[in-house]
């Protein structure tokens, strides 16, 4: 059983993905990334903090040279519902004139925090930019944005666990659920 002997997974109405199917997509994806990227040096743009254990388990499947830069965007703020504002701070003394860049998110939902690091990857110069999520939202996305690697494709219905939390809560969830009403 999950190690979760006091309730987290006790708040779930069900469990969506589970570790073990999550850890076996996260290496097929690794693969991908590993094939598309191969003899080249890969600037890593990962989203904070939701990406966060995603990631982590996808990078160390890449046996490839790379640098990782994390960010925080997003265009929630503690609700379900997107704000459709995205914030994005931009490291100062970021170089990717020509980098060959992998930009790795959680989730994409509306589409508007990927797009808008997007835009600015290209302004920065990048040589080639792929972008990779864990999960995408079947639903019509406020701002369609190109996707080369996804893990799952999933209904519109928030969820929690493996980084993508709840005000701040569930983020530790080995596996990726809904949440009860
Ligand atoms: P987008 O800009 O609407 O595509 O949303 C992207 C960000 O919103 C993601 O990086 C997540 O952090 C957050 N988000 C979107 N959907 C969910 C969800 O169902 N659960 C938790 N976080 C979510
Ligand atoms: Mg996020």
Redesign the pocket.
């Known amino acids: 059983m999950l190690p979760h002997p006091t309730g987290v997974l006790s708040d779930l109405d069900r469990v969506l993905l589970d570790a073990p199917s999550i850890q076996s997509r996260i290496a097929a994806m690794a693969r991908e990334v590993a094939a598309d990227f191969d003899g080249k040096v890969i600037t890593v743009i990962a989203?904070m903090d939701?990406g966060l254990f995603f990631v982590a388990d996808l990078l160390r499947a890449i046996d490839l040279p790379m640098r990782l830069v994390t960010m925080s965007a997003?265009?929630?703020h503690g609700t379900t519902k997107?704000s459709g504002q995205?914030h994005l701070p931009w490291p100062a003394s970021l170089d990717l004139k020509d980098q060959h860049v992998l930009l790795l998110?959680?989730?994409?939902?509306?589409?508007?925090?990927?797009g808008a690091v997007q835009d600015r990857l290209k302004q920065e110069g990048a040589a080639t930019i792929r972008t990779g999520v864990l999960l995408k939202?079947r639903r019509e996305h406020a701002r369609e944005v190109a996707v080369d690697y996804v893990g799952f494709e999933i209904e519109d219905?928030?969820?929690?666990g493996y980084g993508?939390?709840?005000q701040g809560r569930f983020r530790n969830l080995p596996c990726i659920g809904i949440l009860r009403p």
């Not at 989730?107 to 990927?114: E, R």
């Not at 219905?157 to 929690?160: A, H, L, Q, S, W």
Request: glycine residues 8%; without cysteine.
């Open positions: 989203i939701g997003s265009s929630y997107s995205v998110d959680d989730i994409l939902d509306t589409g508007l925090t990927l939202k219905e928030f969820v929690v993508m939390d709840y």
